[in-house]
């Protein structure tokens, strides 16, 4: 997709951190622009703003975990303005902490949110698009937690986001076998100043029991030892690549057709992933002898 103008954007996760820095620059393209989130005060504030500047923005408060949430807003999008052309998976969440002290209400919503989310969106925005026959993108929101060998203490959110990675992978293919009109990417950011570490403001009350406690007031109180490590990395969020810059990006990697889309390319993530797939290919070699000597 080059041309933007007069075209239609959904995008999740759209009230804040790098949703509103996409909705931002396709505002700037002249795209008619669907904002979706959960958080209703900061999703209205970013409709405002769009507004402001001369965009043709609707809001809608999406639970993007929910299927049927989804379908709703698929049938006001098409209501609407009549298509859509580029569908941005992009809202997320993180519950940190050992993935065996985690309870499974903070595995329900995060993989809701990270991964059930993306799934009800290919769903049902895929058979929309394919009807359509005309030029389409998708951008799946994964990490670099999703190409990386998963970090101890933010398991749930690094296995969400390497499924999201997988799925992309799988939907270029299907789009490449069928020659259709849809190009996918997968956005892999680094560290982005958003406010991903403060997720649990949006955690929905069926994930909040009796005995509810934030996942990173959990963590501290099991591993106080790690509390500078979590000072370093909300600190090193801060100073990360600002929103609008990774909105810049998505959009230029759309024009060029680029599949996975970085908003860090600095050395200590290509090491990262070299570790991650030399381990992989050095396995080969290990279980070689095994194989024969069977």
């Given at each position: 997709?080059?041309?933007?103008?007069?075209?239609?954007a959904?995008?999740?996760?759209?009230?804040?951190?790098?949703?509103?820095?996409i909705?931002?620059?396709?505002?700037?393209?002249?795209?008619?622009?669907v904002?979706?989130?959960?958080?209703?005060?900061?999703?209205?504030?970013?409709?405002?703003?769009?507004?402001?500047?001369?965009?043709?923005?609707?809001?809608?408060?999406?639970?993007?975990?929910?299927?049927?949430?989804?379908?709703?807003?698929?049938?006001?999008?098409?209501?609407?303005?009549?298509?859509?052309?580029?569908?941005?998976?992009?809202?997320?969440?993180?519950?940190?902490?050992?993935?065996?002290?985690?309870?499974?209400?903070?595995?329900?919503?995060?993989?809701?949110?990270?991964?059930?989310?993306?799934?009800?969106?290919?769903?049902?925005?895929?058979?929309?698009?394919?009807?359509?026959?005309?030029?389409?993108?998708?951008?799946?929101t994964?990490?670099?937690?999703?190409?990386?060998?998963?970090?101890?203490?933010?398991g749930?959110?690094?296995?969400?986001?390497?499924?999201?990675?997988?799925?992309?992978?799988?939907?270029?293919?299907s789009?490449?076998?069928?020659?259709?009109?849809?190009n996918?990417?997968?956005?892999?950011?680094?560290?982005?100043?958003?406010?991903?570490a403060?997720?649990?403001?949006?955690?929905?009350?069926e994930?909040?029991?009796?005995?509810?406690?934030?996942?990173?007031?959990?963590?501290?109180?099991?591993?106080?030892?790690?509390?500078?490590?979590?000072?370093?990395?909300?600190?090193?969020?801060?100073?990360?690549?600002?929103?609008?810059?990774?909105?810049?990006?998505?959009?230029?990697?759309?024009?060029?057709?680029?599949?996975?889309?970085?908003?860090?390319?600095?050395?200590?993530?290509?090491?990262?992933?070299?570790a991650?797939?030399?381990?992989?290919?050095?396995?080969?070699?290990?279980n070689?002898p095994?194989?024969?000597?069977?």
């Amino acid at each position: 997709m080059k041309e933007f103008k007069d075209k239609v954007a959904v995008i999740t996760g759209a009230a804040s951190g790098i949703g509103r820095g996409i909705a931002r620059r396709a505002a700037k393209e002249g795209m008619k622009v669907v904002l979706v989130d959960i958080e209703k005060d900061a999703l209205n504030q970013v409709k405002e703003e769009l507004k402001t500047s001369g965009a043709d923005v609707i809001s809608i408060s999406t639970d993007v975990s929910k299927s049927e949430n989804i379908e709703k807003l698929a049938q006001k999008t098409i209501d609407t303005f009549g298509e859509v052309h580029l569908l941005c998976n992009n809202a997320g969440v993180a519950a940190p902490g050992p993935i065996w002290e985690c309870n499974l209400s903070d595995w329900n919503w995060v993989m809701g949110v990270n991964l059930w989310g993306i799934i009800h969106g290919i769903r049902t925005f895929i058979p929309i698009m394919l009807q359509q026959d005309n030029e389409c993108h998708i951008v799946n929101t994964a990490s670099m937690a999703g190409l990386v060998p998963g970090e101890s203490g933010n398991g749930i959110y690094s296995i969400t986001k390497h499924g999201v990675v997988a799925l992309s992978e799988s939907l270029r293919m299907s789009f490449t076998q069928m020659e259709c009109k849809i190009n996918v990417s997968v956005l892999c950011p680094g560290f982005v100043n958003t406010r991903i570490a403060n997720s649990e403001r949006n955690r929905p009350t069926e994930f909040c029991g009796p005995d509810y406690e934030p996942c990173l007031d959990r963590l501290l109180r099991n591993h106080p030892e790690v509390e500078q490590g979590v000072s370093m990395f909300v600190k090193t969020l801060e100073q990360g690549t600002s929103p609008d810059q990774a909105g810049d990006v998505v959009f230029e990697a759309i024009k060029n057709e680029i599949f996975y889309i970085f908003t860090d390319t600095g050395l200590i993530w290509k090491r990262f992933i070299k570790a991650r797939l030399d381990g992989i290919l050095e396995a080969f070699k290990q279980n070689r002898p095994i194989i024969r000597g069977l």
